[in-house]
């Protein structure tokens, strides 16, 4: 079984993306155009047996790394012995499932050192491509909504005006990574107006229509979804303020 070094394990987003995407071809090869081969070798009465994607996109079934802790993270144990016991199609689509879970693993243990900026570009990276379970399964991967940009539409609730009459947005949302950088400068100052926790991206923002303060999304009870059927948000502040005499 090929096994990478420390010293040779990928270090850069890119490098880890090409380790996945040649680990990720193997493993689709074995349950899609080698599938028959595939079956035939994890033979429920024989030990535990993992399937292995290699970086030069071939495949491996066989038994786990004898070394502990491996070199790295190991994949799905057994899958040999619910063979018989499950549907055909069912049995490989469980092993693909496994086999993204042990992908991603791999990829994220390989880019430990990354910074934030840098994994988030690797998921990003890696979530354009179909997972295995989609390919084994013939599931056609969801296209995400057209963000405001795309579609030319002002998203309602979760978007301000500046002076200069320019929206701005800070809705939790998958971007390239320099729109990342250019998000978190612009809105690093940006302070929920109730629990007064700094702005993060990675979190689910609502500003209000009338005071034009900003908001967590789970500190004022509105969620992503509901947002979009609110055509004009306050604040309970600015609700307390209008319901007295």
Same mark, same amino acid.
């Given at each position: 079984?090929?096994m990478?070094?420390i010293?040779?394990? =990928?270090?850069t987003?890119?490098?880890i993306?090409?380790?996945?995407?040649?680990?990720?071809?193997g493993?689709v090869?074995a349950?899609?155009?080698?599938v028959d081969?595939?079956?035939?070798i994890?033979?429920p009465?024989?030990?535990?047996?993992?399937l292995?994607?290699h970086?030069?996109?071939s495949?491996e079934?066989t038994? =786990?790394a004898?070394?502990?802790?491996?070199?790295?993270p190991?994949p799905?144990?057994?899958i040999?012995?619910?063979?018989?016991?499950?549907?055909?199609?069912?049995?490989?689509?469980?092993v693909?499932?496994?086999?993204d879970?042990?992908?991603?693993?791999?990829?994220?243990?390989?880019?430990?050192?990354l910074?934030r900026?840098?994994r988030?570009?690797?998921?990003?990276?890696?979530n354009?491509?179909?997972?295995v379970f989609?390919?084994v399964?013939?599931?056609?991967?969801?296209?995400d909504?057209?963000?405001?940009?795309?579609?030319g539409?002002?998203?309602?609730?979760s978007?301000?005006r500046?002076?200069?009459?320019q929206?701005?947005?800070?809705q939790?949302?998958?971007?390239?990574?320099?729109s990342?950088?250019?998000?978190?400068?612009?809105?690093g100052?940006?302070?929920?107006?109730?629990c007064?926790g700094?702005?993060?991206?990675?979190?689910f923002?609502i500003?209000?229509?009338?005071?034009?303060?900003?908001y967590?999304?789970k500190?004022?009870?509105?969620?992503?979804?509901?947002?979009?059927?609110?055509?004009?948000?306050?604040?309970p502040?600015?609700?307390?303020?209008?319901a007295r =005499?």
């Open positions: 079984m090929e990478a070094s010293s040779s394990s =990928p270090r987003v890119e490098e993306f090409r380790d996945y995407s040649g680990r990720r071809a493993i090869r349950l899609t155009y080698d081969e595939f079956y035939g994890c033979d009465e024989k030990e535990n047996l993992c292995y994607g970086p030069n996109e495949w079934v038994l =786990p004898e070394e502990v802790p491996p070199e790295l190991e799905a144990l057994g040999n012995f619910a063979r018989d016991g499950m549907n055909r199609k069912d049995w490989l689509s469980l693909a499932v496994h086999s879970c042990w992908l991603l693993s791999v990829a994220f243990y390989l880019g430990a050192r910074n900026n840098e988030k570009r690797l998921f990003s990276m890696i354009e491509m179909p997972t989609e390919v399964s013939e599931r056609k991967p969801i296209k909504k057209p963000t405001a940009a795309e579609s539409s002002k998203p309602k609730a978007t301000k500046s002076s200069d009459g929206v701005k947005s800070i939790n949302q998958k971007v390239a990574e320099e990342y950088e250019d998000e978190e400068d612009e809105h100052d940006t302070q929920c107006g109730s007064g700094n702005y993060n991206a990675d979190e923002w500003g209000c229509d009338i005071c034009e303060r900003w967590h999304g500190c004022v009870k509105i969620t992503p979804a509901k947002a979009e059927s609110i055509k004009q948000y306050k604040c502040s600015c609700t307390m303020k209008r =005499p």
